[in-house]
């Protein structure tokens, strides 16, 4: 099932251009909806066909985490604004590869977040 044309790749592998709040987001403190700090951006992987980010790699004290980039509300030097909660973040399946996301670890942290993966439908 695994789907070749997902092009997905790390930050620094993608060839295109990001939104400028992005470009520089890379260890920025991330904040959850009640302003407590789950940790900073480790990651950005970006989905090439459309030149957006689709997840955002995220360590802290808890560990390393995959987040859709649908659940960042806001994106400046301030850091990453989220629109869910730490201990949501600190339950999903953690992430402490370098490698870009398979598939099926990409499915699994959209669905944790409750969002359909633009990947699944029809992005790829």
């Given at each position: 099932m695994?789907?070749?044309?997902s092009n997905l790749v790390r930050l620094d592998d993608f060839?295109?251009?990001v939104d400028e709040h992005w470009q520089e987001a890379r260890g920025r403190t991330v904040l959850d909806k009640n302003g407590d700090e789950v940790g900073t951006v480790?990651?950005?992987y970006i989905w090439?066909?459309?030149s957006t980010v689709h997840l955002i790699k995220v360590t802290g004290e808890e560990g390393s985490f995959l987040i859709p980039v649908h659940a960042a509300t806001n994106v400046d030097e301030d850091g990453v604004k989220l629109e869910t909660a730490k201990d949501k973040v600190t339950a999903s399946p953690g992430y402490d590869s370098d490698?870009?996301?398979d598939d099926e670890t990409r499915r699994a942290a959209f669905a944790h977040?409750?969002?359909p993966d633009p990947l699944d439908l029809g992005g790829s």
């Open positions: 695994a789907q070749e044309g060839e295109g251009e480790e990651e950005l090439e066909d459309p490698d870009v996301p977040y409750g969002y």
